[in-house]
């Protein structure tokens, strides 16, 4: 694959010392672009690959050049997986990765990562879906990511214009983890354990949307549940069948606050809820219990967003 080279000396350092300082912010542009951690470490080892055969003296920008190498391996992956996404067994979630508490500090960062954009992300072709992450997320010009993607400045304006107005169509209004939310979850995992249909009923908004991927593997909701009503009686029989032997841990996912369940003596994970609180009430629940989803939940993603393209 042929790269044109980006102009402007951001400092390159040494192969290995380069990639690994950029790693963050190229792994954060893979994953969004694919909504899974594994495709998108895998993206980097190829894109590592490339860079220590490329001669350095051609490239003027390590961070543009990188970007644009992770962003083409990015394109080629994800054209496949929307073929194997196709025949998914149930509804599909994001891959869940653990980020830090404060990944919520920048809002842009924290609602681009999390499962409603991914999943409004996933309704875009592969080109919309560069175009809009690249521009809207990390900041690149249009006439910057023309160049990396190959194509015309004019006709990247058009699929930029036609993926802003069709994320924006569909995005939920996004609201930061704080210790409001952190209190409601508390008090929803008590209610739900306990079977307390009415505290459960205060705690989950009329409207609210449960969506569970088993992937075919584990039992898991084929179709999404919605309303108060229908989701507290799920949680509850759910409560009852399937909770008694778990233990239940907290944590920080896709820099949403998250219920971990682990089954067993030896704690392996079950599940992982992930929670939306939107004033006060839980709007959106997302179960992955897929095993092949789970198997890098105890790493820490360092996320980075970075705007200087200079």
């Not at 820099?255 to 971990?260: M, N, S």
């Amino acid at each position: 694959m042929e790269h044109r080279r980006i102009a402007g000396d951001v400092g390159r350092g040494d192969d290995t010392g380069a990639f690994g300082e950029l790693r963050p912010l190229l792994f954060t542009i893979a994953y969004e672009m694919l909504g899974s951690a594994a495709d998108a470490e895998d993206v980097l080892q190829d894109s590592y690959l490339r860079w220590r055969e490329t001669d350095l003296d051609t490239v003027d920008n390590t961070r543009g050049y990188l970007t644009q190498v992770v962003t083409r391996q990015s394109l080629n992956r994800l054209r496949s997986l929307r073929r194997r996404r196709e025949d998914y067994v149930g509804a599909w979630l994001p891959e869940p990765i653990r980020t830090e508490h404060d990944a919520s500090h920048d809002v842009l960062l924290a609602e681009s990562v999390s499962m409603a954009m991914l999943l409004v992300l996933e309704t875009l072709g592969p080109t919309e879906r560069a175009v809009f992450v690249l521009s809207e997320v990390f900041g690149h010009s249009l006439v910057e990511i023309a160049d990396m993607i190959d194509k015309s400045d004019t006709t990247v304006r058009q699929i930029a214009h036609r993926a802003r107005e069709h994320v924006q169509a569909r995005r939920k209004r996004f609201q930061p983890d704080s210790d409001t939310s952190r209190a409601v979850i508390t008090q929803f995992v008590r209610a739900a354990n306990t079977g307390d249909v009415r505290t459960l009923m205060d705690v989950l908004a009329p409207d609210v949307v449960q969506i569970s991927d088993g992937g075919g593997k584990v039992h898991a909701a084929r179709r999404p549940i919605s309303g108060a009503a229908q989701v507290a009686n799920f949680l509850i029989r759910l409560a009852r069948t399937s909770m008694a032997d778990m233990r239940v841990e907290f944590g920080h996912f896709n820099a949403l606050p998250a219920v971990l369940l682990r089954s067993g003596a030896d704690g392996q994970l079950d599940s992982v809820l992930m929670i939306e609180v939107t004033d006060n009430r839980i709007t959106r629940l997302y179960a992955v219990r897929n095993p092949d989803k789970l198997r890098t939940t105890d790493v820490v993603r360092t996320l980075r967003r970075d705007g200087d393209h200079t």
